[in-house]
Every structure is written in C-alpha cells, then in structure tokens.
C-alpha cells in the first residue's frame, strides 16, 4: 500500500508539474503580448502625432513591419526559443503572413467575436494569441484604398476595406514544446527525488519500529517458552536438514551412539545396502579397516566438541569393494544447543581418485623393469631423511644392444634390474630405481655409511661374478658405481660427479668426497655470468618462436615464446645451458622482464595467442607479478596471452599463486601447465590452478608409439583434460608417426620439429 500510495504520489506530481508550467507558460505569453501591444501602440501613436512622419522612408518603422525582425532577434536571444509575431490573413509584409496554425486562431476570433485569448498545445509548441481588430487609428491606411496614403496605395493592392472592429490578424505567440519538456521533467525528477528520500526515510524509520517490535515480540515469545519448545525444537532440525540434503550428495544421519537413523537413496545406491539393511547398524559398518583408529579419533572428538568434521574417506560397499567419498559431519543441535544427532553428507570421489592412483603409478614407474623412476627417486627423496645414494651404470651397454639388438637387451635389462632388486629390497631401508637407459640408482635411507659402502661392494662382486641367459645367450656384465653421503639437495648431482669420475679413472667403485669439488663449476659459472651480463647490456637476449599447431586443420593458432643467448660470435645458445646460471647469480629476474616485453612487442600488431614461460619463482616474485600486471595495462593484447606454469610441482603457496591467476585472468589472459604427467602432484593442481591448457610433456610424447604405457598415461590425461573442458597440447611432436597418434588419442594441438623449429621470426 505504501508503494502504491507513493506511486500514485509520483504520478499526480507528474500531472500538476505539467498543468503548473503550462500555466506558467499561458502568463509568461500574455506578459509578452501585454509588453508587445504596449509597444506597438506607441509607435502607432508617434506616426498618428506625426511625430514620426509616415513615408515610404520610415514605412519600416511601423510595428507591423518592425515585428518581424524584433521577433526573430527575441527567440534566438531566449532561452525557450519563444517566437513574437504580428500575423495576418491578408498580409501585405509576406513575412507577416499567418501559417496554418495562427490562420486556426484568426478563425477562431472570427467565430467568437467576445473572446480575448486563445491558447492551444500544437505538434510542437504551445500557440498562444490575442485578436488585432482594426481601431479608427488603423483606417487610414486599411480602410478605402482611396484615402490611404498615395505611396502605400501604389505599392499594395490588398488589406483594404475594413472595418471598425473587424478582425485584423492575432499577436501570435509560439512557445516550443521540448523546452517546455525539460522544465517539467526537471520538475518532475526534482520532486521524484524529494519522493525516494522520503521512502527511504520512512522505510528506515519502519525497520526500526520493526525491529523494535520484533525485540518486544521475542520479549513477549520468551515467557511462553515451555509451551513452544517443542516446535522450536523442530524447526531448527528442520532447518538443518534443508541446508544439508541435497539430490547429488550422500546423506546419513546417526544418534548419539553412532547408529544410522537416516539415509538418501544415494547413500543406497553407492553402498548396495538397502535401507532396511542398515536402519539401526552402527557407521562402522562402512568403515572396515580402512580407517585407521586416530583418523577415528580426531573425527569423533571434533564433532562431540559441536565442531565440523571434514575429510577423505574410504568407505567398504556390501559387496567389499571400496569407495572413496569427500565426507563432512557435523553435530545437529536443538534450540539450547545440546547435541541430538549427527549428519554425515559425502560426495563420491572414487573415479577422480582411480585416476589420480593410476597416474601416479604410471608417471612414476619404469615401463620396462617396472622399478621407480627419476621422477619417484626425486619425490621419495623429498620425505625422507637420513640419505645417501648409490648410483649403478652398466659399462657399455650400448655394445649390448648394438650386437644383440634392443630386444634382447631389453630382457637384459629386465633381468639385471630383478636380480639388482633382491640384491637390496630384502632390507626395507633399501629401495632401486630405474632413472636411464643403463643407469640405476639405489635409495637407503637411515643406513650407516659403512653399511652402505659394504652393500655398494656386495653388488659389485655379484654383477661382476653374474651371468645371464638370455634368448640362449649367455651375456656377462660389468658396472660402475658411486656412492654419495651429501646433503640431500646435491645427493643426485655429487654422485653423478663421482661417477663421471669412477668411468674416467676405470674404478668399480668411488665414494664422493671434498676432493671432487666444484671448483671448475664454479668457474664455469662466473664466466657464463659475465657472458649474460654482456648478452643483456648488448641487447643479445632474443626470443625465438615455436608454432602450436590444430591437429585438424594444421593451421598456427598460437607460438610460444622462447628465451636465447646470442654471443659475441653470433652463436645461439639455449636456456639450458644459461638459466640456472642466472638464477644463482640473481640475473633471472632481468631475463623474465626481457622475454615478457620483447614477446609483447612481437604480437602486438598481429593476432596470434602466444605463451610466455613462468616458473613459480616469477610468480611469487613481488617485482615480476608487479611488471607482468603493469605490460597487461599497457599492451592491449591480454586476451591473447597465455601464461604456461613450469616447474608446477613444487608449488607450495598455492595462495599466492591463485591471487596472481585471478588477477591475470581478469586482463582476459589464459594459463597453461608445462610438462604434465611427469607427476602425481601436478594433476591433482589442476582443479586449483585454473588451467586452460595442459602440456602433455615431451618424455610422454617422444614414447608413445613404441610404450604402451605413454599411450596409457595420455589417454588418462586426455579424458580427464575434456571432463575438465581443458585444452590439451602435445609437445616434442617430433615425426609424423607421433603426431598421427596423437590426434587419434583426441589431442587437439601439437608443437615439435614436425610442424617447426623455435625460429626468431613467425611462420
């Protein structure tokens, strides 16, 4: 009612604004009318006195002459643009003859002799007028032609013969309607205005009586509690149901002693237990033994404390197979607050975490020994304390495969790789990998140096003692080792360096020391930092670009963009053999600007997307994100912009990380994971990172004609990309043979040798 009544308010202003400026328009006219007349009757007064002597020289002086020009300078010079004429029916000035409109108000006096006004809203003016009747005065030069002066006479024929008090012509006055407009709708928004104050005013006044009253209401519901706690005491169940059951989720509820009272259809059909089944039954009927009973603990102390659980959980179905849920419980109270029953709603996660396991397996695997590989030596190593690392290369393997064939000295492998295991995998503390062609690797965590170099020497005697049977041929082998004690950040590279030299110097067997410092890397460092330093004060840090192919249309839709070092010489040179140099020696942070502004600068004027590098360095980087925010501003290309995130499974503020791609994808720009697949850790990223394109990685790619487990791994990655709606992109798509295999895999781009080399100009 208050807004209908405020309505009607707003309307009836609206009307009384228009008739109030209309009426103000009808005086305003009659204003200009009455100074008008005042002033022609003076003029007319001054001929008639022979003040002014009428001839043909001061003819124009006449107000029925002089009106026109006065008229014209008065609408230019007001606001309203109002026009002041004398008009007539029989003019004998053409610029005083009435238009169609003021021919209607002469009419009009005519018929209606007594009237003194006539007032009418036009097309697109108000038309206001009053009646000019031939006076005595007026004879003398419109009564018979006769007697009115002789240079009139001659020059006019018409307006003769009037008579006294006859209609003459009107003082027209014609006011534009779209001026008028805009003072009532001034008016009217004024008033509108001065209305929703008044609303809001009154409406803030009503919601404090309103709280008010509500304040006494519960006042007043306080003393009438013992007869409505029960109801009370249902609503809020009630309400605590509706913000918990949901058609897509799996919902149970239990009593205090842990015995299910309640459950969806979901929770049936994911479990295979009916409800009758398990109305009654205690919640550990689902747990097995897969829960362990500290999990346990902590889920139950959380949620008696009236706290909320939240978990992963693995669930037993009737039929023993399992099932992975994202669970959450959380206590239901009545209106004091005492615990009555617990609400456990679940989401079903088992295909997500089939294939995160899957993977997993797959990426951290060897396909041929089924040992490790580099990647789950570099992850295990990253948990475990107390390391050291012996490092096993068979001699000359190469000859092996050259002579026998890579069939046969793959079932060497396989073999070696057997034997190498029960050689250390008795001990738990001893774990083999597979981390190249010829190379193993052994982990021992928790092992005195003396155990470990004994073990070293045990393995050497049996490969160097050990023969092998295989395809009816009788191979011997040899092999070299190394073993390092560092830190675990130099475990890999120190022992590798000791094997470098175990080869060169012909020894079974070398123990890392001091001794096998890094002086020559160190001086190999300072003299490639000079050579960046030179590159960048030269301008010899280029960008080359490697197109990004459609696999249907193999059409470019996209390059990336690519660091180099030009020497003094003219050579290129590749990150590999610079950038790590640069990160030590605090030269990386100018090398990102670089590679951001220059690969700006090359799209600007066409219209390919392109990919720039980041690793997760430059992201947490304050200065970097601060420039890469600041390039976007400037450079209006952002929606073309793909950030390709490297090195992504060392992501460890993820908070940061997503603050920077939220702000990036504001600019409209896009983000791409590198070298996916080479872990477990960067697939589960996904789902945080926003990512818009994955990058099969190349190790991936090289090998899946030949490895079924590439193909394996690829297809895992592919059909999780498109549940994602993730564009994936094949990289070192080297030969026509691959990229076939991977369009038929469902990849939509490629980029490798096949399509083209990183090139400093664009294809």
Same mark, same amino acid.
């Given at each position: 009612?208050?807004?209908?009544?405020?309505?009607?308010?707003?309307?009836?202003?609206?009307?009384?604004?228009?008739?109030?400026?209309?009426?103000?328009?009808?005086?305003?006219?009659?204003?200009?009318?009455?100074?008008?007349?005042?002033?022609?009757?003076?003029?007319?007064?001054?001929?008639?006195?022979?003040?002014?002597?009428?001839? !043909?020289?001061?003819?124009?002086? *006449?107000?029925?002459?002089?009106?026109?020009?006065?008229?014209?300078?008065?609408?230019?010079?007001?606001?309203?643009?109002?026009?002041?004429?004398?008009?007539?029916?029989?003019?004998?000035?053409?610029?005083?003859?009435?238009?169609?409109?003021?021919?209607?108000?002469?009419?009009?006096?005519?018929?209606?002799?007594?009237?003194?006004?006539?007032?009418?809203?036009?097309?697109?003016?108000?038309?206001?007028?009053?009646?000019?009747?031939?006076?005595?005065?007026?004879?003398?030069?419109?009564?018979?032609?006769?007697?009115?002066?002789?240079?009139?006479?001659?020059?006019?024929?018409?307006?003769?013969?009037?008579?006294?008090?006859?209609?003459?012509?009107?003082?027209?006055?014609?006011?534009?309607?779209?001026?008028?407009?805009?003072?009532?709708?001034?008016?009217?928004?004024?008033? *509108?205005?001065?209305?929703?104050?008044?609303?809001?005013?009154?409406?803030?006044?009503?919601?404090?009586?309103?709280?008010?009253?509500?304040?006494?209401?519960?006042?007043?519901?306080?003393?009438?509690?013992?007869?409505?706690?029960?109801?009370?005491?249902?609503?809020?169940? #009630?309400?605590?149901?509706?913000?918990?059951?949901?058609?897509?989720?799996?919902?149970?509820?239990?009593?205090?002693?842990?015995?299910?009272?309640?459950?969806?259809?979901?929770?049936?059909?994911?479990?295979?237990?009916?409800?009758?089944?398990?109305?009654?039954?205690?919640?550990?009927?689902?747990?097995?033994?897969?829960?362990?009973?500290?999990?346990?603990?902590?889920?139950?102390?959380?949620?008696?404390?009236?706290?909320?659980?939240?978990?992963?959980?693995?669930?037993?179905?009737?039929?023993?197979?399992?099932? =992975?849920?994202?669970?959450?419980?959380?206590?239901?109270?009545?209106?004091?607050?005492?615990?009555?029953?617990?609400?456990?709603?679940?989401?079903?996660?088992?295909?997500?975490?089939?294939?995160?396991?899957?993977?997993?397996?797959?990426?951290?695997?060897?396909?041929?020994?089924?040992?490790?590989?580099?990647?789950?030596?570099?992850?295990?190593?990253?948990?475990?304390?107390?390391?050291?690392?012996?490092?096993?290369?068979?001699?000359?393997?190469?000859?092996?495969?050259?002579?026998?064939?890579?069939?046969?000295?793959?079932?060497?492998?396989?073999?070696?790789?057997?034997?190498?295991?029960?050689?250390?995998?008795?001990?738990?503390?001893?774990?083999?990998?597979?981390?190249?062609?010829?190379?193993?690797?052994?982990?021992?965590?928790?092992?005195?140096?003396?155990?470990?170099?004994?073990?070293?020497?045990?393995?050497?005697?049996?490969?160097?003692?050990?023969?092998?049977?295989?395809?009816?041929?009788?191979?011997?082998?040899?092999?070299? *080792?190394?073993?390092?004690?560092?830190?675990?950040?130099?475990?890999?590279?120190?022992?590798?360096?000791?094997?470098?030299?175990?080869?060169?110097?012909?020894?079974?067997?070398?123990?890392?020391?001091?001794?096998?410092?890094?002086?020559?890397?160190?001086?190999?460092?300072?003299? =490639?930092?000079?050579?960046?330093?030179?590159?960048?004060?030269?301008?010899?840090?280029?960008?080359?670009?490697?197109?990004?192919?459609?696999?249907?249309?193999?059409?470019?839709?996209?390059?990336?963009?690519?660091?180099?070092?030009?020497?003094?010489?003219?050579?290129?040179?590749?990150?590999?053999?610079?950038?790590?140099?640069?990160?030590?020696?605090?030269?990386?942070?100018?090398?990102?600007?670089?590679?951001?502004?220059?690969?700006?600068?090359?799209?600007?004027?066409?219209?390919?997307?392109?990919?720039?590098?980041?690793?997760?360095?430059?992201?947490?980087?304050?200065?970097?994100?601060?420039?890469? #925010?600041?390039?976007?501003?400037?450079?209006?290309?952002?929606?073309?912009?793909?950030?390709?995130?490297?090195?992504?499974?060392?992501?460890?503020?993820?908070?940061?990380?997503?603050?920077?791609?939220?702000?990036?994808?504001?600019?409209?720009?896009?983000?791409?994971?590198?070298?996916?697949?080479?872990?477990?850790?960067?697939?589960?990223?996904?789902?945080?990172?926003?990512?818009?394109?994955?990058?099969?990685?190349?190790?991936?790619?090289?090998?899946?004609?030949?490895?079924?487990?590439?193909?394996?791994?690829?297809?895992?990655?592919?059909?999780?990309?498109?549940?994602?709606?993730?564009?994936?992109?094949?990289?070192?798509? !080297?030969?026509?043979?691959?990229?076939?295999?991977?369009?038929?895999?469902?990849?939509?781009?490629?980029?490798?040798?096949?399509?083209?080399?990183?090139?400093?100009? *664009?294809?």
């Amino acid at each position: 009612m208050f807004l209908i009544i405020a309505l009607a308010r707003v309307t009836v202003n609206y009307f009384e604004n228009k008739a109030s400026v209309e009426e103000f328009i009808s005086q305003q006219a009659k204003l200009i009318d009455s100074l008008y007349l005042t002033h022609r009757d003076y003029y007319q007064d001054l001929y008639l006195r022979d003040v002014i002597h009428l001839n !043909e020289k001061t003819l124009a002086g *006449l107000p029925a002459y002089s009106a026109v020009e006065i008229s014209e300078n008065f609408s230019k010079k007001n606001k309203l643009h109002i026009e002041m004429k004398t008009v007539s029916d029989r003019a004998r000035n053409s610029k005083n003859q009435a238009d169609p409109y003021e021919l209607k108000a002469i009419e009009y006096f005519k018929k209606n002799s007594n009237e003194e006004e006539y007032f009418e809203r036009e097309d697109e003016f108000y038309q206001y007028a009053t009646p000019l009747k031939i006076e005595k005065k007026c004879l003398s030069c419109h009564g018979e032609k006769s007697k009115a002066p002789k240079f009139i006479s001659d020059v006019y024929d018409n307006a003769y013969d009037y008579k006294l008090g006859e209609i003459r012509g009107v003082l027209s006055i014609k006011v534009p309607i779209k001026h008028v407009e805009q003072i009532i709708n001034k008016q009217f928004f004024g008033s *509108l205005l001065y209305d929703l104050v008044l609303v809001i005013v009154i409406s803030v006044i009503a919601y404090y009586f309103i709280r008010y009253f509500s304040s006494l209401q519960r006042e007043l519901e306080e003393e009438l509690v013992d007869r409505t706690k029960e109801l009370k005491n249902s609503l809020s169940f #009630l309400e605590s149901y509706k913000d918990a059951i949901d058609s897509n989720l799996i919902v149970s509820k239990t009593d205090l002693n842990g015995n299910i009272s309640y459950l969806n259809e979901n929770f049936c059909e994911i479990s295979g237990y009916t409800s009758d089944e398990i109305i009654g039954q205690n919640h550990n009927i689902l747990r097995g033994r897969t829960l362990s009973n500290a999990v346990h603990q902590r889920l139950w102390r959380a949620t008696i404390k009236k706290g909320t659980w939240h978990g992963r959980l693995r669930n037993v179905k009737k039929d023993g197979s399992f099932y =992975w849920v994202d669970a959450t419980i959380a206590p239901i109270t009545d209106a004091s607050g005492e615990i009555k029953e617990y609400i456990s709603i679940r989401h079903d996660v088992t295909e997500l975490i089939e294939q995160k396991n899957k993977l997993e397996l797959l990426a951290n695997t060897d396909s041929l020994t089924k040992l490790g590989n580099r990647n789950a030596l570099k992850q295990e190593s990253a948990n475990a304390k107390n390391l050291s690392l012996i490092l096993v290369n068979i001699d000359s393997f190469s000859q092996i495969n050259d002579f026998y064939g890579h069939e046969l000295g793959d079932n060497v492998l396989v073999e070696f790789a057997k034997k190498l295991k029960e050689l250390c995998e008795a001990k738990d503390n001893l774990k083999v990998y597979r981390v190249s062609g010829d190379e193993f690797a052994i982990l021992a965590s928790g092992m005195q140096a003396h155990s470990v170099v004994q073990k070293a020497q045990t393995i050497v005697k049996f490969i160097n003692s050990h023969t092998y049977q295989v395809q009816g041929e009788t191979i011997e082998l040899s092999a070299t *080792l190394s073993i390092s004690f560092e830190e675990k950040e130099n475990l890999h590279v120190t022992a590798d360096m000791a094997l470098k030299i175990a080869r060169r110097e012909a020894k079974d067997l070398i123990v890392y020391d001091k001794s096998m410092s890094l002086d020559d890397e160190y001086e190999n460092n300072m003299l =490639w930092t000079k050579r960046i330093k030179d590159a960048i004060k030269n301008d010899r840090i280029a960008l080359y670009y490697q197109p990004i192919v459609d696999n249907n249309t193999l059409k470019i839709n996209k390059y990336e963009s690519l660091i180099r070092l030009i020497d003094e010489h003219g050579n290129v040179i590749t990150p590999y053999f610079f950038l790590d140099i640069a990160k030590k020696a605090k030269l990386y942070k100018q090398l990102t600007k670089i590679v951001v502004q220059k690969s700006f600068e090359m799209f600007r004027e066409n219209d390919f997307d392109f990919s720039i590098n980041l690793s997760i360095d430059d992201i947490l980087d304050k200065e970097i994100s601060e420039y890469i #925010l600041e390039m976007l501003a400037i450079y209006n290309i952002s929606s073309r912009v793909i950030f390709e995130i490297v090195e992504s499974e060392s992501i460890e503020n993820f908070y940061e990380i997503q603050k920077f791609i939220k702000k990036v994808k504001l600019f409209g720009c896009r983000i791409a994971i590198d070298d996916f697949g080479t872990g477990y850790s960067n697939f589960e990223y996904l789902m945080r990172l926003e990512a818009d394109f994955i990058k099969i990685d190349g190790s991936i790619i090289k090998e899946i004609v030949h490895n079924k487990n590439s193909e394996i791994i690829t297809k895992v990655i592919v059909d999780f990309a498109n549940r994602m709606q993730i564009e994936v992109i094949a990289e070192y798509v !080297e030969n026509n043979e691959v990229f076939k295999k991977v369009k038929e895999l469902g990849i939509k781009s490629s980029q490798g040798y096949e399509f083209g080399q990183p090139k400093p100009t *664009l294809m």
